[in-house]
């Protein structure tokens, strides 16, 4: 073959370079087409729900959005579109912004951000900015347009730094650590105090997990109050599936089938099957109530008997110190209606020194009003007597209530435990609502029974009178 003429190089020249730049336009503009670019040496392409999670996230990006939920099962590739192939794409619309992504450890963290990271070293030119040389560790980066990626393990540090978008991966590690309620109560305190505040104004945040128990971080989240968009995917589809798929369909059958998802749910067994594969967590029953007899309401039975309202608390005076895990004080509201059914209306709960104990009672108190009757327990001797008159002095107007406890925890607990076996208990909506079902459930052999503790003592409040405390002045609390 002949040497090609000047015209007809510069001519091919020319239609390479429209190729290029019209390729540059689309994966910088298009999260699918930089997707769809990006795995193709693999030979990979986007099944149906990953352009579903690619159209999620281009909400996000675009401002359409600023809470992203997506649930989805193990081996979903869920963490190849959301921490590996968004962040690199979201340099490329935002250059000169912030990512802090998370996992529940720091390994797991670093290996998305090394992964983003060898994106953006590979098809840098066509992104359109590329890693400055001498800020490039995995777990902190910055790019050639400003931009800033830091990689940080659950309840790791994050002070100092400000982002733009949060990405949070898997915050659960395994299911020991999810069925233990400390665990979860600390991952909820790091992203609410730690990770949350870090956010810029306007910062958006994308959670992409498998559940694992009702009350994981995607359970508190749902029940926060705050607006999320949840996208959830079960491994096989129910009624009303977001792809369209008819009941029992795989989620990724050319990767999956429904035969392959079945044997695993043989074996993994129906509880860990019901919340890693179709993203709806179950508690563990316990020994004394059945929470799934539990029905949530949306709002206030009307036409309650004047009276039929009690505040019960059980008390602690302990603050928390550094890993320990004290008891709780708990102020359980619970109404009794006129068809006989009773509704846990609010649960207070917190942790202090005894003034702060005092405070959060007389503020609970100031809240629910003179109209409904506050039940304390009296401890045995002269401590508990003074206790008890020197909360109530300092209740003043109230109706208060104080019997000592009698029995073992289970049989005080029993009575309500009746009710709620027959449906005869039931709550009203609210962010308390995961983990008082769960100790409920883990009842009598979990880490907490404070909720127990005051759940019974309102419920004997409601069906057994009660002799009034007794006006003697006493000592600060001291419990």
């Not at 400390?182 to 305190?189: I, M």
């Not at 967590?281 to 036409?303: C, H, K, N, W």
Request: include cysteine; aromatic fraction near 6%; charge should be positive.
């Amino acid at each position: 073959m002949g040497c090609a003429t000047p015209t007809t190089l510069t001519a091919r020249q020319q239609g390479e370079a429209r190729r290029e730049r019209a390729l540059r336009l689309a994966i910088r503009g298009r999260l699918t087409d930089w997707a769809c670019f990006a795995l193709a040496p693999m030979r990979f392409e986007p099944a149906a729900h990953h352009r579903l999670l690619i159209n999620e996230l281009e909400q996000v990006a675009s401002g359409d959005n600023d809470r992203l939920m997506l649930l989805l099962p193990p081996g979903s590739a869920k963490s190849t579109y959301a921490s590996l192939l968004f962040p690199a794409w979201w340099f490329a619309r935002h250059p000169a912004s912030s990512i802090i992504a998370t996992s529940h450890t720091a390994a797991l963290a670093q290996h998305f951000g090394r992964g983003v990271r060898t994106l953006i070293d590979e098809h840098g030119a066509r992104l359109g900015y590329g890693v400055v040389d001498a800020n490039r560790a995995a777990h902190r980066f910055a790019t050639t347009r400003g931009g800033q990626y830091l990689a940080a393990g659950a309840r790791q540090a994050v002070t100092g730094r400000r982002a733009d978008l949060l990405l949070i991966d898997d915050p659960v590690r395994n299911q020991a650590d999810a069925d233990n309620a400390v665990a979860r109560e600390r991952l909820w305190d790091w992203y609410r105090s730690d990770l949350v505040t870090r956010l810029r104004p306007g910062g958006r945040v994308v959670l992409v997990m498998t559940r694992w128990h009702p009350d994981d971080l995607g359970g508190r989240l749902l029940g926060s109050g705050d607006t999320w968009r949840v996208v959830r995917l079960p491994a096989l589809a129910e009624a009303n599936d977001p792809l369209g798929r008819p009941p029992g369909a795989a989620l990724w059958p050319a990767w999956e089938d429904e035969a392959a998802v079945l044997r695993k749910r043989a074996i993994v067994g129906e509880r860990a099957f019901a919340a890693l594969f179709q993203q709806s967590p179950r508690r563990m029953e316990g020994q004394l109530f059945t929470s799934s007899r539990i029905a949530i309401l949306d709002e206030v039975p009307p036409g309650v008997p004047a009276g039929l309202v009690v505040r019960a608390w059980d008390l602690a005076a302990t603050a928390q110190h550094g890993g320990s895990d004290p008891d709780w004080t708990v102020g359980l509201k619970l109404m009794r209606t006129e068809a006989g059914r009773y509704v846990v209306l609010d649960v207070a709960r917190f942790r202090g020194a005894p003034a702060e104990v005092e405070d959060g009672i007389r503020r609970v108190a100031a809240r629910d009003g003179l109209g409904v009757t506050i039940g304390l327990p009296r401890d045995p001797g002269q401590a508990g007597v003074h206790q008890v008159s020197y909360l109530t002095a300092r209740l003043a107007g109230h109706r208060v209530r104080a019997s000592p406890e009698t029995g073992a925890k289970e049989t005080r607990a029993m009575p309500i435990a009746s009710q709620a076996e027959v449906g005869n208990l039931a709550l009203l909506r609210g962010n308390w609502n995961a983990v008082f079902l769960d100790e409920l459930s883990g009842f009598p052999n979990g880490g907490k029974d404070d909720q127990v503790d005051a759940l019974s003592r309102a419920f004997a409040m409601l069906t057994d009178g009660g002799a009034p405390a007794r006006f003697v002045r006493g000592p600060v609390l001291t419990r």
